[in-house]
């Protein structure tokens, strides 16, 4: 009797356990962390829909809608950002598949890899702009694979998700020329046709709604990123609409290659403890199939151009960025969404590594989201940014609800964070004290004008003397210490050695008419 082999086992099982997996670990890790600043920031722009705002484009608005469901909740806030992560795995594993993943063992490694980098444990947690841009650019490029196999069409459905992405940051743009490089390679006669160029099309007309807006806010948001992405000092820009934008002094051959070893350090630490064996790969089996006995190369032909776009133009532009002017080490990071596809195979023979990896990742990101919700771990000081970012904000929106007077913040974070724990909280950005930013609009909170202000209002900063209030003159203050695991204290020592924040609050009155008094 003839022998038939036995067919491969499905990979989808092993997938829905593994999505379930993450999205369980996500949610939960949502459910302990409070909010921290940027989060906070965002959310408060939930409230306050519009298509553009100071800092980003609105996608990242529309994913904190939860926030309206209960305030104070970071759950609530953030269920929109767990879902688009949730989305964005299930995108990557029908991409990695399409994409000649079919082995269970390959597709499955490869949802790992995506999944357990520092940066993907993070992006199903943190709602930042990030999110929104992975799940864009997750679709394009499923999209953009499904097109170059050929259903064409699939370039309008594409464009679709590139636009959804600029509306979500501007990064996305970074998938043109993937695009192009993969049509060219793969593909050229789809140039002929009008599916490519539809897709174009339809990707600028979903994202015409901000740039409407950036035309009429005299081009406020591409501005400032373009400042902050190229070293640029953006000015008073909420102040002021024709603020100039003046060049930073430029680096020395030194300096640059400085900036470029940061970069690429900083793009190794987002694979975390999965870093070993991706250095191991590099240096022992380079150029080799790392299981002799296995089947060769699987990415498909259609789609090996693609990914590798994907992958490397991401990292390559902003290693160039990185030569003139710092960049953080988030900034590329959608390359690690094509990544994963095409280190599946060669990894084959350190699956133990990756795993042994990956499971360190998630230990040591679970560790510090406990110590977060908790404090309860010996971190040193250097490494406390999470309890900083998120510690004692719900008591001193508490106590400074209670006030007999309004209150307004220094800085941009402070008044966002009072104002996810107190959404009823009267509260904005005092300007000209710290970077501008989208509470100096007027568009998510009143805007405060120094000139109008009647006073007496209360001014929470972490000054140790009150700032210059041009108009105003400080007649009291009041110190607040917040330490770990303790509730927020008040005196004129703190109760603790280190405390995590040290605030106060001045109390300013309008001065006398035509007299200005330093505080």
């Known amino acids: 009797m003839p022998v038939h082999p036995r067919p491969a086992p499905s990979p989808w099982p092993l997938v829905a356990g593994l999505i379930l997996a993450m999205t369980l670990w996500h949610l ?135 636009g959804l992405g600029l509306l979500g940051k501007y990064n996305m743009v970074l998938i043109g020329p993937v695009f192009l490089w993969a049509i060219l390679w793969c593909d050229p006669r789809a140039l002929r046709t009008p599916w490519p160029w539809l897709g174009g099309l339809l990707a600028v007309l979903v994202f015409a709604p901000n740039l409407l807006w950036n035309l009429d806010h005299d081009w406020l948001t591409l501005r400032f990123q373009f400042g902050h992405g190229f070293a640029l000092d953006p000015g008073a820009l909420a102040g002021t609409a024709s603020a100039a934008i003046e060049p930073a002094a430029p680096a020395s051959w030194w300096g640059r290659i400085g900036g470029l070893l940061r970069y690429l350090g900083g793009q190794l630490g987002l694979w975390g403890l999965l870093a070993p064996a991706l250095i191991a790969l590099a240096v022992t089996r380079i150029g080799r199939r790392a299981d002799p006995g296995g089947p060769g190369p699987v990415i498909a032909a259609h789609a090996r151009p693609l990914l590798q776009a994907a992958a490397l133009f991401p990292l390559g532009f902003f290693a160039l960025v990185a030569l003139g002017s710092e960049v953080e080490a988030n900034w590329p990071a959608v390359y690690l969404l094509a990544a994963p596809a095409l280190l599946a195979a060669p990894l084959r023979g350190l699956r133990r590594w990756v795993l042994a990896g990956a499971a360190a990742n998630l230990l040591l990101v679970s560790l510090y989201v406990y110590h977060g919700a908790t404090g309860a771990l010996p971190l040193p000081d250097s490494q406390n940014r999470i309890l900083r970012e998120s510690h004692g904000f719900r008591d001193l929106a508490t106590l400074l609800a209670g006030l007999d007077a309004p209150v307004y913040a220094d800085r941009y974070q402070l008044t966002a964070m009072l104002r996810f724990y107190q959404p009823g909280l009267p509260i904005s950005q005092w300007p000209g004290l710290t970077r501008p930013s989208e509470y100096l609009l007027g568009q998510i909170a009143p805007r405060v004008d120094p000139a109008t202000q009647p006073g007496p209002f209360w001014l929470v900063t972490r000054r140790p003397v009150p700032p210059t209030l041009p108009g105003f003159t400080s007649v009291g203050s009041r110190t607040l210490y917040d330490c770990a695991g303790a509730p927020l204290a008040e005196g004129a020592a703190p109760p603790c050695a280190k405390p995590l924040h040290e605030w106060h609050l001045y109390r300013f009155e309008k001065s006398p008419a035509g007299r200005f008094f330093e505080p």
Request: proline fraction near 4%.
């Open 28 to 162: 939960g890790a949502a459910v302990l962390l409070p909010v921290t600043q940027d989060e906070a920031y965002y959310f408060d722009w939930a409230r306050s829909l519009s298509w553009g705002y100071f800092d980003h484009p609105p996608g990242v608005a529309a994913v904190g809608l939860g926030t309206r469901l209960a305030a104070g909740s970071a759950l609530a806030a953030r269920l929109g950002g767990l879902l688009a992560g949730t989305l964005t795995l299930v995108l990557l594993a029908r991409l990695y598949y399409h994409s000649g993943l079919v082995r269970r063992d390959d597709l499955g490694l490869a949802l790992v890899l995506a999944f357990a980098t520092l940066a993907g444990l993070a992006g199903g947690l943190l709602t930042t702009p990030d999110t929104p841009l992975a799940l864009a650019w997750a679709l394009a490029l499923h999209e953009g694979e499904r097109a170059l196999a050929g259903q064409r069409r699939r370039w309008l459905t594409a464009g679709l998700a590139t």
